[in-house]
Antibody, heavy 119, light 106 residues
Framework: QVQLQESGPGLVKPSQTLSLTCTVS??????????WTWIRQPAGKGLEWIGR???????TYNPSLKSRVTISLDTAKSQFSLKLSAVAAADTALYYC???????????WGQGTLVTVSS | DFQMTQSPSSLSASVGDRVTITCRAG??????VNWYQQKPGKAPKLLIY???TLQTGVPSRFSGSGSGTDFTLTISNLQPEDFATYYC?????????FGQGTRLEI
């Protein structure tokens, strides 16, 4: 059974960089069948896709965040990470890491980690 | 972006009812629509992918249909555990986008 677990600081100051890591267990992060992605959800609101990374390291980002986002993969540690720079209060949200299968559907999700941007 | 619009935004129903949630895409997304269920404090759970394929382990009372721009999620014989928020999502192109959600209440 594939499991994903987010980790990282729960509080980030405005203008700083948000950094989160997702650890994947129960399956290979190197499999060519999947992308690894980040999605966020502000409290009481809907879901926003942030970006994805493939096993080759190729990334695709949401244009709305592209200038501030970096997603990377560490296959040796079975982890992938998210960095979001120059954060503001609007970036306060629950951040989920997910597996994207067949480039089509998000079939496994982490439990989510709340990140609050505040001084 | 390919905007996804769900209706209704909220819905009241009773155990045993049949309900339908609609999702409309701003442009054709072929069959590349997925449906998720989210309960309070939990991550979304995949129910249906590519419009009508039931994810493994999901009860058969859930079904999906549609293609192009119009899609539906139907839940037959509502059970107490089905009261949640439902989201559609297009995977035809990036950026992947979600509907705003439909809250299904008792």
């Amino acid at each position: 059974q594939v499991q994903l677990q987010e980790s990282g600081p729960g509080l980030v100051k405005p203008s700083q960089t948000l950094s989160l890591t997702c650890t994947v267990s129960g399956g290979s992060i190197s499999s060519g069948d999947y992308y690894w992605t980040w999605i966020r959800q502000p409290a009481g609101k809907g879901l926003e896709w942030i970006g994805r990374v493939y096993t080759s390291g190729t990334t695709t980002y949401n244009p709305s965040l592209k200038s501030r986002v970096t997603i990377s993969l560490d296959t040796a540690k079975s982890q992938f990470s998210l960095k979001l720079s120059a954060v503001a209060a609007a970036d306060t949200a629950l951040y989920y890491c997910t597996r994207l299968s067949a480039g089509t559907y998000f079939d496994y999700w982490g439990q989510g980690t709340l990140v609050t941007v505040s001084s | 972006d390919f905007q996804m619009t769900q209706s209704p935004s909220s819905l009241s129903a009773s155990v045993g009812d049949r309900v339908t949630i609609t999702c409309r895409a701003g442009q054709s997304v072929s069959i590349y629509v997925n449906w998720y269920q989210q309960k309070p404090g939990k991550a979304p759970k995949l129910l249906i992918y590519t419009a009508s394929t039931l994810q493994t382990g999901v009860p058969s009372r859930f079904s999906g249909s549609g293609s192009g721009t119009d899609f539906t999620l139907t839940i037959s014989n509502l059970q107490p555990e089905d009261f949640a928020t439902y989201y559609c999502q297009q995977s035809y192109t990036t950026p992947y986008t979600f509907g705003q959600g439909t809250r299904l209440e008792i």
